[in-house]
Nanobody, 118 residues
Framework: QVQLVESGGGLVQPGGSLRLSCAASGFTFSSYAMSWYRQAPGKERELVAYIASAGGSTNYATSVKGRFTISRDNAKNTVYLQMNSLKPEDTAVYYC???????????WGQGTQVTVSS
């Protein structure tokens, strides 16, 4: 019933752009903070970007500040990650995450591959 369905991943050249989308269903989207995580081969999963439930507060990993932008549309139950000036180091599986604190509940998307290469 609960689903986080990601789209927009793929192959892009260094310096290019990509927009990831995560469509949510089966829960009250507007009550959840949303995040994007990524995991590169041989590396731990890391937080890339965060946005509060109402969209007023965001946070980014230092490595992506100024290049990535997280946003959400609560009317569409969708969170986005706009990725510009992509680097080979951005290559990873990107995961959509939903979290509610009271009471605690966490959902994960299936992950989508982003590859930055010539």
């Amino acid at each position: 019933q609960v689903q986080l369905v990601e789209s927009g991943g793929g192959l892009v050249q260094p310096g290019g752009s990509l927009r990831l989308s995560c469509a949510a269903s089966g829960f009250t989207f507007s009550s959840y903070a949303m995040s994007w995580y990524r995991q590169a081969p041989g590396k731990e999963r890391e937080l890339v970007a965060y946005i509060a439930s109402a969209g007023g507060s965001t946070n980014y990993a230092t490595s992506v500040k100024g290049r990535f932008t997280i946003s959400r549309d609560n009317a569409k139950n969708t969170v986005y990650l706009q990725m510009n000036s992509l680097k080979p180091e951005d290559t990873a599986v990107y995961y959509c995450n939903a979290r509610r604190s009271v009471p605690v509940r966490v959902y994960w998307g299936q992950g989508t591959q982003v590859t930055v290469s010539s």
